[in-house]
Nanobody, 119 residues
Framework: QVQLVESGGGLVQAGGSLRLSCTASGSIFSINAMGWYRQAPGKQRELVADITSGGSTNYADSVKGRSTISRDNAKNAVYLQMNSLKPEDTAGYYC?????????????WGQGTQVTVSS
């Protein structure tokens, strides 16, 4: 079994900051890319940022310059530091990771953590 557990969401005023964390646990051989996605009510889930096992990063234009994704391979963890938050950043944030196990490789998702930015 593999689990991804997110934390760090909450209610923050516009202009504030939050740091999201996600840790993978279970029978894991290795983890390839890890990333953060978000989904606002009535909208499709979209990529916020992702990071390869080697540390290469990719950001959505909407968060570029305001967010930083990082990971700790020893802890099977990925983080998202979000600054200068805007009301339009309000969404459920989901962690995803491509996890290699002994017999398979696939993407696992966390349950999500809510981020609400008030104006």
């Amino acid at each position: 079994q593999v689990q991804l557990v997110e934390s760090g969401g909450g209610l923050v005023q516009a202009g504030g900051s939050l740091r999201l964390s996600c840790t993978a646990s279970g029978s894991i051989f290795s983890i390839n890319a890890m990333g953060w996605y978000r989904q606002a009510p009535g909208k499709q889930r979209e990529l916020v940022a992702d990071i390869t096992s080697g540390g290469s990063t990719n950001y959505a234009d909407s968060v570029k310059g305001r967010s930083t994704i990082s990971r700790d391979n020893a802890k099977n963890a990925v983080y998202l530091q979000m600054n200068s938050l805007k009301p339009e950043d309000t969404a459920g944030y989901y962690c995803a990771a491509e996890i290699v196990r002994r017999m398979d490789k696939r993407v696992y998702w966390g349950q999500g953590t809510q981020v609400t930015v008030s104006s």
